[in-house]
């Protein structure tokens, strides 16, 4: 049984953007659909921390990396499928185990009390024999979804610790969209 299919590694390569590429957790929020509220309370308690950057402090901005914003959504769903917030931190911590590309082939099954972990269709099968109703998360799906979103919003590069004293530079999204907050400090800094 292999842990992930070849055309399941493909599709993590080409819908990976540059890990030198983070985003601001306003930028998140639209790419996941959650308020600023959930992901600051997510920060702060651990269940999904920013991997590039942290807050240290006020004024300093939070910047996830695509894994990241991959987990959020995956919060998301399962909360939204009414899985327990401890349930839940045992299925993020088990993903956190995994890289970028492992989690392209797994697919998380819940009966909406537990979560269980599936990287094939037969272990998806197994678990749908029992009888019981159970929902399905794939995660490669949940690549997709974000990488969509990420089209229309802007990223930042981040910058390397003997740099951090410089605004890292936003990255444009097309058609001119921009992250709100950033506009509005652009707008101050040049008046």
Same mark, same amino acid.
């Given at each position: 049984?292999?842990?992930?299919?070849?055309?399941?590694?493909?599709?993590?390569?080409?819908?990976?953007?540059? $890990?030198?590429?983070?985003?601001?957790?306003?930028?998140?929020?639209?790419?996941?659909?959650?308020?600023?509220?959930?992901?600051?309370?997510?920060?702060?308690?651990?269940?999904?921390?920013? *991997?590039?950057?942290?807050?240290?402090?006020?004024?300093?901005?939070? #910047?996830?990396?695509?894994?990241? #914003?991959?987990?959020?959504?995956?919060?998301?769903? #399962? #909360?939204?499928?009414?899985?327990?917030?401890?349930?839940?931190?045992? !299925?993020?911590?088990? @993903?956190? *185990?995994?890289?970028?590309?492992?989690?392209?082939?797994?697919? &998380?099954?819940?009966?909406?009390?537990?979560?269980?972990?599936?990287?094939?269709?037969?272990?998806?099968?197994? &678990? &749908?024999?029992?009888?019981?109703?159970?929902?399905?998360?794939? %995660?490669?799906?949940?690549?997709?979804? %974000?990488?969509?979103? &990420?089209?229309? @919003?802007?990223?930042?590069?981040?910058? $390397?610790?003997?740099? !951090?004293?410089?605004? !890292?530079?936003?990255?444009?999204? $097309?058609?001119?969209?921009?992250?709100?907050?950033?506009?509005?400090?652009?707008?101050?800094?040049?008046?």
């Amino acid at each position: 049984m292999e842990p992930y299919s070849a055309d399941q590694a493909t599709l993590a390569e080409a819908f990976l953007p540059e $890990p030198t590429v983070g985003y601001r957790g306003v930028t998140a929020c639209h790419a996941v659909g959650i308020s600023y509220r959930q992901i600051d309370y997510w920060a702060r308690t651990g269940l999904v921390s920013p *991997s590039i950057r942290d807050a240290s402090g006020s004024g300093t901005q939070r #910047l996830y990396s695509f894994r990241d #914003l991959v987990v959020l959504k995956v919060v998301k769903r #399962l #909360l939204d499928a009414g899985v327990s917030l401890q349930n839940i931190r045992k !299925a993020i911590e088990t @993903l956190r *185990s995994h890289g970028v590309e492992d989690l392209a082939g797994i697919t &998380l099954i819940s009966d909406g009390t537990t979560v269980y972990e599936c990287r094939s269709a037969e272990e998806v099968v197994d &678990l &749908l024999q029992g009888g019981q109703g159970v929902f399905g998360i794939a %995660i490669g799906g949940a690549f997709k979804e %974000i990488q969509g979103s &990420l089209a229309m @919003l802007p990223g930042e590069r981040a910058v $390397p610790e003997e740099d !951090a004293g410089e605004p !890292a530079p936003v990255i444009e999204a $097309p058609f001119g969209v921009t992250d709100e907050l950033a506009a509005r400090r652009a707008r101050r800094r040049a008046s």
